[in-house]
Nanobody
C-alpha cells in the first residue's frame, strides 16, 4: 500500500524559500506510475491545488501544472529513484501560509490541480508552512 509523507515545512520570513518533499513508501506500487500533486489549505479556506507533476520515468520528464498564484515562483520535480517529489517555493508571501499536502493519483495533472478534493490513491498527513516576520 502506498503511503506519503511530507517534510521540509516550517517558519520562513516573507521573501524566503522552502523546499517541500513528498516521499512514498510501502509495497506493491511503482512510484513512477503516479502523478503527484501538491495542495494546500489555509485557515478558513478550502483546499486548493498548488502544483502537479505527471507520472514518468527514465528520460521522460513529467509534465507539470501550477496554480497561477505560485507559477512564477515555484518549481515541482521528481526523483523516482528516491520515490520523492519536491516543491520549491520562492519569494514566499504571508498568503502562502497553509498546511501543504501531497497526493498520488493516476489522473491527468491538469485535472488533479483542479480537483483538490479528489479521491486519490494516497494522501500525506500534511505539513505546516508559515510565512511571517
Amino acid at each position: 500500500q502506498l503511503q506519503l509523507v511530507e517534510s521540509g515545512g516550517g517558519l520562513v520570513q516573507p521573501g524566503g524559500s522552502l523546499k517541500l518533499s513528498c516521499t512514498a513508501s510501502g509495497s506493491g506500487f511503482v512510484f513512477e506510475f503516479y502523478s503527484i500533486g501538491w495542495f494546500r489549505q489555509a485557515p478558513g479556506k478550502e483546499r486548493e491545488g498548488v502544483a502537479c507533476i505527471s507520472s514518468g520515468g527514465g528520460d521522460v520528464l513529467g509534465n507539470t501544472h501550477y496554480a497561477d498564484s505560485v507559477k512564477a515562483r515555484s518549481s515541482i520535480s521528481r526523483d523516482n529513484a528516491k520515490n520523492s517529489v519536491y516543491l520549491q517555493l520562492n519569494s514566499l508571501k504571508p498568503e502562502d501560509t497553509a498546511i501543504y499536502y501531497c497526493a498520488a493519483g493516476t489522473t491527468s495533472t491538469w485535472t488533479m490541480l483542479r480537483e483538490p478534493e479528489g479521491e486519490y490513491d494516497a494522501w500525506g498527513q500534511g505539513i505546516q508552512v508559515t510565512v511571517s516576520s
